[in-house]
Nanobody
Framework: QVQLVESGGGLVQPGGSLRLSCAAS????????MGWYRQAPGKGREFVAI???????LYSASSNGRFTISRDNATNTLYLQMNNLNHGDTANYYC?????WGQGTQVTVSS
């Protein structure tokens, strides 16, 4: 059974940084794309970034240039380094692989 567990969220001031992690288990994730999504209060879930199994990456317009997605296939861990955070980044951040989702980790940007 596939399991995704996110961590690393928290409260950060505008302009600050956070690094999210997603620990995956249940199969060999090096063969699959994995991504980050987020959902802000009162809004739908939106795409943030994806790490392709062939090494490609893709970012949303809002995350491009500030966020970096990476993965460690040896430990089945997906990361999201987030820099220069702003209030608009406040959301619950989810890891996704195929049709599987983690439970999310909350990121709050506030002064």
């Amino acid at each position: 059974q596939v399991q995704l567990v996110e961590s690393g969220g928290g409260l950060v001031q505008p302009g600050g940084s956070l690094r999210l992690s997603c620990a995956a288990s249940g199969r060999t994730f090096s063969d699959f794309n994995m991504g980050w999504y987020r959902q802000a209060p009162g809004k739908g879930r939106e795409f943030v970034a994806i790490s392709g199994y062939l090494g490609t990456t893709l970012y949303s317009a809002s995350s491009n240039g500030r966020f970096t997605i990476s993965r460690d296939n040896a430990t089945n861990t997906l990361y999201l380094q987030m820099n220069n955070l702003n209030h608009g980044d406040t959301a619950n951040y989810y890891c996704k692989e195929q049709q599987n989702w983690g439970q999310g980790t909350q990121v709050t940007v506030s002064s």
